[in-house]
């Protein structure tokens, strides 16, 4: 299982990006994911989750902000990002819990993280 990250870029704060997650492989299944972000010098914080009914949580930070959101057919995740402020600039990476489809053992799979900057 591979996941791509994209969409991350430079934004003036108060501007909007919205991120993609492709997952890529046929000999798998995506339980839930979700998208975790490590400023410079800080630890990886979540984000948002998202499970495959469609149930969401968010860190306090985003709530009313950020949506997660899914497309299970096209195994690809998104995050809308509004109203960004300074605070958001990290480097944002997606997370899947993934298992092979002859399994029932879960497994954390990690994007290569894609880098997003708000410029006051």
């Known amino acids: 299982v591979q996941l791509v990250e994209s969409g991350g870029g430079l934004v003036q704060a108060g501007g909007s990006l919205r991120l993609s997650c492709a997952a890529s492989?046929?000999?798998?299944?995506?339980?839930?994911m979700g998208w975790y972000r490590q400023a410079p010098g800080k630890q990886r914080d979540l984000v948002a989750t998202?499970?495959?009914?469609?149930?969401?949580n968010y860190t306090d930070s985003v709530k009313g902000r950020f949506t997660i959101s899914r497309d299970n057919a096209k195994n690809t995740m998104y995050l809308k990002m509004n109203s960004l402020s300074p605070e958001g600039t990290a480097v944002y990476y997606c997370?899947?819990?993934?298992?092979?489809?002859?399994?029932?053992?879960?497994?954390?799979?990690w994007g290569q993280g894609t880098q997003v900057t708000v410029s006051s």
């Open positions: 998202i499970t495959t009914g469609g149930g969401t």
């Open positions: 492989g046929s000999t798998f299944r995506i339980n839930a």
């Open positions: 997370n899947a819990k993934a298992r092979y489809i002859w399994s029932i053992r879960e497994y954390d799979v």
